[in-house]
């Protein structure tokens, strides 16, 4: 199984990943090259992503891609189907059950701009809205501050009170946010405090999902495990790299390597 992301955000998916199928083994490619993937435009992020499956499958006998961003699967994960024979499975902001969860009606959608400005997601706002009112951030600057987060970077409270402004003044927020991102699951904590909300707020992301969705496509494709280890792959050698390798031991990783893709 290949999992990649663009940056350190992917590794909450593997989390849940390890729980729900704790004997699978899989690679993780973290594209630091070409972080954050949310400035990107579609055609690049689409091109690159063809890019990753095609090096990667001629080093590995991978039977699976898992795309843990967002950004990459709203607006690739169609085209990618088309373009490989083999299980796509993309992450997606859950609009659908933040409204059945939402009391009042107010839902919070957080995420990068190229996720909110995709067909994908304008089509969906455009039918949510008719029963409920969507207050959306969009931002790239937060992926930056979960990656500091985890490599335990200081940040400053006022990069997060300027991102969330438009809610903090808000009469009644959200009471039920999306965190259209995979980075984003690193700062629950960090948005409460920003905003000032109470215990009762609802946090929504699809990690759940994406994990059946893989269980399903195990079993139902009969998938046999083909890969023996687990292995960390990256395409840039960076300062802040290195600042991660002590945060994966937990992932039990026997190789880590570097990738050119160019």
């Known amino acids: 199984m290949l999992i990649f992301d663009s940056g350190v955000g992917g590794l909450s998916i593997l989390q849940t990943i390890k729980i729900v199928l704790p004997n699978i083994h899989y690679i993780y490619f973290l594209d630091n090259e070409a972080f954050p993937y949310g400035n990107k435009t579609e055609y690049f992020i689409i091109q690159r992503i063809i890019s990753i499956i095609k090096k990667i499958k001629k080093l590995y006998p991978i039977n699976i891609v898992v795309i843990a961003c967002n950004t990459v699967s709203t607006v690739s994960v169609s085209f990618l189907k ?9 992450i997606f902001p859950d609009i659908k059950t933040a409204e059945k969860i939402t009391k ?4 919070g959608l957080i ?3 190229t996720t909110i400005h995709s067909e994908y997601i304008q089509k969906l706002i455009y ?3 008719f029963n409920n009112i969507i207050q959306i951030i969009s931002t790239n600057q937060l992926a930056l501050i979960a ?17 969330f402004k438009p809610w903090i003044n808000l009469n009644i927020k959200p009471d039920t946010i999306i965190l259209g991102c ?12 920003t905003l000032h909300l109470t215990s009762s707020i609802n946090f929504i992301d699809s990690r759940k999902k994406i994990v059946l969705d893989i269980k399903n496509c195990i079993y139902k494709f009969n998938l046999q495990q083909t ?18 390798f002590i945060y994966l031991k ?8 570097y990738i050119n893709l160019n």
């Open 82 to 90: 088309k373009k490989f024979n083999l299980p796509i499975i993309g």
């Open 182 to 193: 995979t980075h984003f699951l690193f700062l629950k904590k960090e948005i409460k405090d």
């Open 104 to 107: 009042n009606n107010i839902i």
């Open 111 to 113: 995420a990068t701009r």
């Open 227 to 244: 890969i023996k280890n687990n292995i960390f792959l990256y395409s840039k050698h960076d300062n802040y790299l290195t600042k991660i």
């Open 250 to 257: 937990r992932y039990q990783f026997k190789k880590i390597s």
């Open 147 to 163: 990656e500091k987060k985890i490599r335990k970077i200081p940040f400053a409270q006022k990069d997060l009170k300027s991102i």
């Open 127 to 129: 039918q949510k809205s």
